[in-house]
């Protein structure tokens, strides 16, 4: 369709904090806000900290019949006013119901999970049977017991989607989960909606929180984390020669998304468009991506041409770079891989050395990140890279904000499996250099 697709709202709650004034200024700043947790005792686990959310958003207690409470709800929901805001969406907004969309990432139902490993605790104490060998009439009174089942739902992703979609006015919403590329994912099913004419406005939002005991303890039994834990601010470090692992964070990333028409016809600013989306599968491993990077590549490539660019276009890509050994230098072959001579030219950074990996939420920050970058001009320093490791070797922003005109971003998030999601994001015509 000719009618483009614009970012008119952002919104972002991290671990460097709430809002995305707050955060912006911790990108570019070159520290991290990463430290020990304390959403339960770390004692025990080989990674022992987090990018935790310290400053609790400011939420209504509810949402129409839904609760706004809890860490996956009140995040999500923070991410998402403030992109309302931003986009000056509110009761006054004259578009119908049935032409408002709602796409949110998570993968909060693991925390349903948590919470039945917790009752299963409480009914097979440590020394007694496997909860699976025991009668069922056993483990019942502990699921209904008053509240349980009330605390479960307002972990679920179902609940968390239809708060969103509330919170939006929307009669449309649904939910994704694609693990480490889910922001992007929801961001791009967002946009195949406004193509094909089934809304004309969305609210995209991306959000995990899994610094619990099950998930940490998972991962790290991957070996997968950096167990830096004398100096945790040094923990994520995207490209460095010296990365051992990723740091688990948590939070959100929202977009308002809507057809440039329906912007002008509002009166809405425009920030950024969403030009291109592209999808891939490296179809390779469990959890290790392609080494060669060509699942990666694929994503970037059907980005920029989905976008209706040039790769010579892209000037800045905000790297999935989540500061494992593996991962990096698939991902920096990718990049040879997509550009060619071009990729000597791209300046490249990782959002995860400031704020760990946020998994679903992880793209849909990287997507505010661009947007930022090609407002400001700038971007932003990789957190704790020193120096680059063997196989890195692109233009990393390393110290201090690199000052760049930016025309065209992008946004890669890949997730375990192979699910590859790349953004390309460029600069809005009306808003100049």
């Not at 922001?183 to 946009?191: L, M, N, Q, R, Y």
Request: proline content about 5%; charged content about 20%.
């Amino acid at each position: 369709m000719s009618d483009r697709i614009v970012i008119t709202g952002i919104g972002i709650v991290t671990a460097a904090g709430v809002g995305v004034e707050s955060c912006w200024e911790m990108f570019l700043s070159g520290e991290s806000a990463i430290g020990r947790y304390d959403i339960f005792d770390p004692n025990g686990m080989a990674s022992q900290m987090a990018g935790q959310v310290s400053t609790w958003p400011e939420t209504p207690s509810n949402v129409g019949p839904f609760k706004v409470e809890g860490r996956p709800m009140s995040f999500g929901v923070a991410a998402a006013q403030e992109a309302m805001k931003r986009a000056g969406i509110d009761e006054s907004l004259d578009v119908a119901p049935d032409r408002r969309v709602v796409v949110a990432a998570g993968g909060f139902d693991d925390q349903m999970n948590v919470i039945l490993a917790s009752l299963m605790d409480r009914a097979t104490p440590s020394g007694e049977t496997s909860f699976v060998e025991r009668e069922a009439d056993e483990l019942i009174p502990h699921l209904l017991a008053p509240g349980v089942l009330d605390v479960m739902e307002r972990y679920s992703q179902v609940e968390v989607m239809q708060a969103l979609a509330h919170l939006f006015g929307a009669t449309q919403a649904m939910a994704v989960s694609t693990a480490c590329a889910g922001g992007p994912t929801a961001i791009g099913d967002a946009v195949t909606l406004l193509r094909g004419g089934e809304a004309d406005v969305a609210l995209a939002v991306g959000v995990d929180t899994l610094i619990t005991r099950e998930m940490m303890g998972g991962f790290c039994n991957l070996t997968a984390m950096s167990t830096r834990n004398d100096d945790p601010k040094t923990a994520s470090r995207p490209f460095d020669g010296e990365r051992d692992g990723f740091v688990m964070g948590e939070g959100a990333g929202a977009l308002v998304l809507e057809l440039e028409s329906v912007a002008k016809a509002r009166g809405a600013t425009v920030l950024a468009e969403l030009a291109g989306v592209g999808y891939s599968s490296d179809a390779y491993g469990l959890t290790a991506p392609d080494p060669a990077g060509e699942g990666m590549a694929l994503s970037m490539r059907r980005a920029v041409k989905d976008g209706g660019m040039k790769l010579s276009d892209i000037t800045y890509v905000n790297a999935h770079g989540t500061s494992t050994p593996a991962n990096d230098v698939a991902e920096t072959k990718a990049i040879r891989l997509a550009f060619g001579e071009h990729a000597d030219a791209l300046v490249v950074s990782a959002s995860k050395g400031a704020i760990g990996h946020l998994i679903h939420g992880a793209g849909a920050v990287g997507a505010v990140v661009a947007v930022q970058t090609i407002l400001d001009g700038k971007a932003h320093p990789t957190a704790n890279l020193v120096n680059p490791g063997p196989g890195c070797d692109l233009d990393y922003v390393v110290g201090e904000p690199r000052n760049l005109d930016v025309d065209g971003v992008l946004v890669n998030a890949f997730g375990f499996g192979g699910q590859n999601t790349t953004l390309a994001i460029r600069r809005y015509p009306a808003n100049g250099r």
